[in-house]
């Protein structure tokens, strides 16, 4: 399955992702999750990409999706999940670490995102598909996601 997305991906300069792609990529996740044992105790979706991804886990899993950025809970040992729907660059996922490194709760947050790409400064914990391209590769494709 996940060679097959790969290769659809490929073949298009702009990549668009079906609900059909979405619901793969998320059973590739949860599976990832299942492996690792690991159980948030809560979902913190970065707006906008991230939301679609943090809403259908938190139903789906029955985890709490919480709309800030969950540091109170990191620094009382609660588990965070933090999901965003892509890591191009990884600045989003870098902003956010140094604020739970600065409180000191940063071994309670795991990063999760559907897509990462070659050259991003963050690799999420958990990921559904790595895209070989980086952003200034001549292969470079713009990801449009159906809820776009």
Not at 9 to 15: D, H, R, T, V, Y
Not at 47 to 75: C, E, H, Q, W, Y
Not at 80 to 108: H, P, R, W
Not at 131 to 140: G, P, V
Request: aromatic share 14%; glycine share 4%; hydrophobic share 40%.
């Amino acid at each position: 399955m996940k060679e097959e997305l790969q290769q659809k991906l490929k073949q298009q300069k702009k990549e668009y992702i079906s609900w059909s792609d979405f619901e793969n990529f998320y059973k590739i996740l949860t599976d990832k999750f299942t492996a690792a044992q690991y159980k948030p105790d809560f979902i913190y979706g970065i707006a906008r990409g991230g939301l679609i991804l943090a809403v259908t886990l938190s139903n789906r899993l029955g985890i709490p999706m919480i709309f800030d950025n969950g540091v109170n809970l990191a620094k009382h040992n609660k588990k965070i999940l933090v999901v965003d729907d892509m890591s191009d660059t990884g600045d989003t996922f870098i902003e956010l670490m140094k604020l739970y490194n600065t409180k000191k709760c940063a071994q309670n947050v795991k990063f999760a995102s559907l897509l990462y790409r070659t050259g991003t400064l963050v690799i999420p914990d958990f990921y559904a598909l790595h895209l070989s391209a980086s952003m200034d590769s001549e292969e470079y494709r713009w990801i449009q996601y159906p809820w776009e």
